[in-house]
C-alpha cells in the first residue's frame, strides 16, 4: 500500500507539472493580450503594463519565472483585478463552489444507490420501469436544460424557489438538483446492473437458503460488493461535479470559483485562467487518488501495484 502511494504521489505530481506547462503555453497562443480592450490604451501604457506583470521577458523567462511561483504556491496578480492575487480569489471563491458540489455529491449518492437498489430488487416490475425512465431523463439532459427549465417552471410560473444566489437554504435547491440529476441518475443505472451480477451470485443464494429476508440479503450481503463500480466512479462524478458547477454558477448568479472562471475567461484574465486550471488539476488527482485508495479498503481482495 505504501508503495502504491509514493508511486502515486510521484505521478500526480508529473500530471500537475504537465497540466501547468501546457496551459502556460496555451495562454500565450491565444490570439491578442489581457490589456486590449474595447477602447484600445496606448501603446505607451500597454507596455507599461506588461514590464510591471512581467510580459515584456521572452517566453522561456516568463515559464520558468511562473513556474517557480507556482511550486512555492504563488499563482501571481490577477491582470484584472487590480491589487488581487490569485490565491486570494480562489481561497474566497472556492468554499462556495465545494459546498454546493459537496451537497451536490451527497444528493447524488444518497438518491442513486437507494434507487438503484430497489430497482434491482423489483425488477421488471413497474417500481423498476419508473426508476429506469427517471435515469434515463437525467442522463439525457444536460445541466444547462435542467437549470433554465427549473428557473422557469419553479422560479418565474410557480414562484417557489429562488433564482440567484446563496443567501439562503431554499437558494441551494435548483442548483443542487441541476448538478445532482445527472450523477444520481448514473448510478442508478451502475447501481442497477451491479446490483443484479452480484444477486445471482452463489453466496447470495446460500444466505437466502439459511433464512436471511430479502431485504437483508440485498442491504447487508450484497451491498459492499455491488458498490464497488460507483466509488469508482466517484473520481468523474467530482470532475463531473465542479466543472458542470461552472456553467450552474453562471446561470444562478453564484458566487464561486466556477462563475470567476468564466468571467476570467471573457476578461482574458490568463492568471486567474491558469491558477484555477492547475488548481482544480490537482484538486481531482488528489480525489481519485483518494478514491483508489478507499476502494482498497472496501475491498481487501483488491491489488494495488
Known sequence: MAKYIVKRVIFAALTIFLVASITFFLMNLVPGGPFIAEKSISAQAQAALKEKFGLDKPLIVQYKNYMQSVIQGDFGLSLKQRGRTVDDIIASRFPVSAKLGGISVLVALGVGIPLGSIAALKRGKWLDNVIIVIATCGAAFPSFVICTVGMYFFGVYLGWLPTMGLSAPIN????????????????????????????????MRTARAKGLSQFSCLFRQALRNAILPVITYIGPMLAYTLTGSFIVEKIFVIPGLGGQFVSSIMNRDYTVIMGTTIFLAALLIVLNTLVDIVYKLVDPRIQLK
Open 172 to 203: 441551494y435547491i435548483l442548483p443542487v438538483f441541476a448538478l445532482s440529476f445527472y450523477p444520481m441518475a448514473y448510478i442508478t443505472r451502475l447501481m442497477r446492473s451491479s446490483m443484479l451480477d452480484v444477486i445471482g451470485q452463489d453466496y
